[in-house]
């Protein structure tokens, strides 16, 4: 089962190949470009580094968010695309799951965290129990003073381990906030791979959680400003 | 001669578009997905939710599209796609899918401006039409007075320097209370109004000038609203919006008379939401009768934004081996 995932969650963007046995490539940048423009271009060299066609893909996953709008439209509108022309399925793996999946081997807390704007993060909280990944907290858009004192209370005296593009920008604060507690992970890994989206997809796959060009959607998490403003004013 | 079968693909705005076009003049299939119920609670396009719903229509009217003809990607030779201008968010959904579909189809893409798609909008409906032509595309995004050479070269003589006719249309349409979309309203009332009411402004820039500029126009009209709410004077909203739009037309038909004059051509077609208008047909169509003109104007399904006048386009493109590259990216204010 060959699975291509495509990640444009975060200002990085990654493609990767990948079925049961190896990940065969993986393309990965993290540089502010335009992924309108460059995701196919890294799909293309991916497949042509591997002497690929796109037919011999079995599903397409990609990283369905949280993460920016249109990233993630980016995204899901090139899974779409490549779903309807090859008629085969996709498979949605969240971000915050995909950045979670890339710790192993570690038994205290993992916590990604997308920058959300307006003092606020994507996050949730896992940690692994023997090889699997357990959800402690639910995935939800956070203020992140109130997003600290959640996981100082919930974590104990164990670590946690912060990942994600918002660790750029808020670590020092979940640091300050949780001196005991706060670990900053490797760089190789602070961004969202799509080579643990393909894996995660591959696992999704044996369980039936497949969707296609029709029911794969982003999780925006947030509802549109001009729903909200409306909301607020019922 | 094989005939060349083009999948176009339109997201710029608020229509989900896709169709399927035959040598750039007759439509095979085609399916446009109106956004209007869902934006009208907010009194226009909202760009976020413009985008979320594109991306979530655009596989079901490519379906729709292909299964109404009984084919499938093996049966299309190219897909096209607008890539702007437009709202960057919206064309960025089309935009990708687009690319992406084309790509695991192993089809040729083309990315087209919206422009030059309105201009084509003529080829589906008129066989005959060919340039050099002039054209006038006329909507809530755009005002524009064109030459059309040929069918890929393509020249601005002239557009508006600030808002779109449209955009005037749908500003005063709010100021009079009317119900988005507001210029099929103001067009409604302005039939039971007097065209001479109240005298508004037409701005013509210079005198050899085929730029446009419809701000002053829209100030004027919401100063006279303005002014008369302050002075607790009822204000007739038919007779505004027919004083208003016959100041709009004026323009308009004097600037395309010029460009006829100065470029020497005397076939004129029209396109765009406004092309849609009732008082602008009537009045473009006195004019090319006084003066000689051959006039087209595609009904008002075409006027608006559809993805047949963008694989009608396309056609052309193709014939002369245009196509674009993986690279195409969205250019929201993408020049002509």
């Given amino acids: 089962m060959k699975i291509l995932a495509i990640d444009a969650s975060t200002i990085a963007a990654s493609a990767a190949i990948m079925d049961e046995d190896k990940l065969h490539g993986e393309i990965f940048t993290d540089y502010k470009l335009k992924h309108s423009e460059k995701l196919l271009v890294m799909v293309d060299s991916l497949l042509k580094n591997l002497r690929m066609d796109i037919g011999e893909i079995d599903a397409f996953a990609v990283c369905n968010g949280p993460g920016s709008f249109t990233g993630l439209r980016i995204a899901l509108a090139t899974a779409k695309g490549f779903a309807i022309a090859q008629k085969k399925p996709i498979v949605t793996v969240s971000t915050l799951d995909c950045l979670a999946h890339s710790v192993y081997c570690y038994d205290q807390f993992i916590c990604p965290i997308l920058d959300a704007q307006r003092h606020q993060v994507y996050s949730a909280l896992y940690k692994r129990e023997k090889e699997n990944l357990i959800k402690i907290l639910e995935e939800g858009a956070y203020d992140i003073d109130a997003w600290a004192q959640e996981l100082k209370k919930t974590a104990g005296s164990s670590k946690i381990l912060f990942l994600g593009d918002a660790t750029l920008r808020y670590f020092e604060h979940f640091s300050q906030a949780l001196p005991e507690e706060a670990r900053l992970a490797m760089a190789s890994i602070r961004m969202p791979r799509a080579c643990y989206a393909a894996s995660i997809a591959l696992e999704k796959i044996k369980t039936g959680e497949v969707q296609d060009a029709f029911t794969a959607m982003p999780n925006y998490i947030r509802l549109p400003q001009a729903e909200e403003n409306i909301k607020t004013k019922d | ?336």
């Fill in chain 2, 1 to 336: 001669m094989k005939p060349v079968r083009i999948l176009g693909i339109e997201t710029s705005c608020d229509e989900t578009s896709v169709a399927i076009v035959e040598n750039g003049r007759k439509i095979l299939s085609e399916k446009i997905s109106s956004q209007i119920e869902i934006h009208k609670k907010y009194g226009g396009v909202v760009p976020e939710i413009a985008s979320r719903n594109h991306l979530h229509l655009l596989p079901f009217v490519t379906q729709a599209v292909l299964e109404d003809k009984k084919m499938s990607m093996d049966d299309i030779d190219a897909v096209a796609v607008t890539y702007g201008p437009g709202l960057v968010g919206a064309l960025l959904v089309g935009l990708s899918y687009a690319k992406a579909l084309a790509y695991a189809a192993n089809k040729p893409l083309i990315g087209v401006h919206h422009i030059k798609g309105h201009i084509a909008a003529n080829y589906l409906r008129f066989a005959e039409l060919k340039p050099p032509f002039l054209s006038l595309v006329v909507s809530g995004g755009h005002t524009s007075i064109l030459f059309v050479k040929e069918y890929c070269d393509i020249v601005a003589l002239g557009k508006t320097i600030d808002d779109a006719a449209g955009e005037a249309y749908d500003k005063v349409a709010r100021t009079l209370g009317y119900a988005y979309p507001g210029g099929p309203m103001i067009d409604k009332y302005a039939r039971e109004g007097k065209k001479n009411a109240i005298d508004f402004p037409r701005i013509m820039l210079s005198e050899a000038s085929l730029d446009f500029s419809f701000s002053g126009l829209k100030s004027a009209v919401l100063n006279y609203i303005n002014s008369m709410k302050m002075k607790n004077e009822e204000i007739c909203p038919s007779d505004v919006s027919a004083s208003f739009q016959e100041a709009l037309i004026d323009v308009l038909c004097a600037k395309v008379d010029l460009a006829a004059q100065k470029t020497g051509q005397k076939t004129i077609a029209l396109s765009g939401g406004v092309a849609s208008n009732s008082r602008l047909r009537e009045r473009m169509a006195e004019m090319a009768q006084k003066k000689g003109y051959t006039l087209y104007i595609p009904e008002a399904r075409y006027c608006t934004d559809n993805a047949a006048m963008i694989a009608a386009h396309a056609y052309y493109e193709y014939l002369e081996g245009n196509c674009s590259d993986i690279y195409l990216n969205a250019v929201a204010s993408l020049p002509l």
